[in-house]
């Protein structure tokens, strides 16, 4: 049928494609059609760009799959399950997020007070979830952060802090 690298590259990519096709069927609309189809239309394809901008961000975050431990992220909990390590911190008391490239593979290192730092694989299972957290910090430069794992290895970089951070 589809060879497993191909289906791999496809859902990498899945959402610029999808925006791609919601973009196509709006200009259809806006430029084949006169009234509110044509309305309906532009905003489609607005949307659509929207869809392909945000689908090329997250597609420079994945990083493989394969590695060690397995990410959960429910309810702005993240938890990592590892081969020998693990724990879980909430995004809502992060004081600070560092990727850390000089490690094989490298590591997302999540720091949270009283706890000790989580240290996450970028390749782990599940670790494509990390993107939608990582955008609910405040102030998070999303761009940034995407330069910096492309960059290969390295120094560890903080991509987010916190001073801010409210205690109950």
């Known amino acids: ?70 990410v959960d992220v429910d309810e702005g909990q993240v938890t990592y399950y590892g081969p020998l390590e693990g724990g879980s911190a909430a995004l809502e008391y992060l004081t600070r997020l560092d990727l850390d490239p000089s490690g094989y593979p490298a590591h997302w290192v999540l720091y949270q007070p009283g706890q000790p730092a989580l240290h996450i694989p970028v390749n782990a299972d599940g670790a494509d979830a990390l993107f939608d957290a990582f955008s609910q910090l405040p102030g998070l430069r999303t761009e940034r952060m995407l330069a910096e794992l492309r960059a290969g290895p390295g120094r560890p970089v903080t991509v987010w802090s916190n001073t801010n951070l409210r205690l109950h």
Do not use: D, H, N
Request: aromatic share 8%; no cysteine; hydrophobic share 55%.
């Open 1 to 70: 049928m589809i060879r497993p690298e191909a289906a791999e590259t496809l859902r990498r990519w899945r959402e610029v494609l999808i925006g791609g096709a919601v973009g196509g069927v709006g200009l259809w609309l806006a430029l084949g059609w006169i009234g509110l189809l044509s309305w309906l239309g532009w905003a489609m394809a607005a949307a659509g760009i929207g869809i392909i901008l945000s689908g090329i961000q997250r597609a420079r975050f994945l990083q493989g799959k394969g590695g060690p431990g397995i």
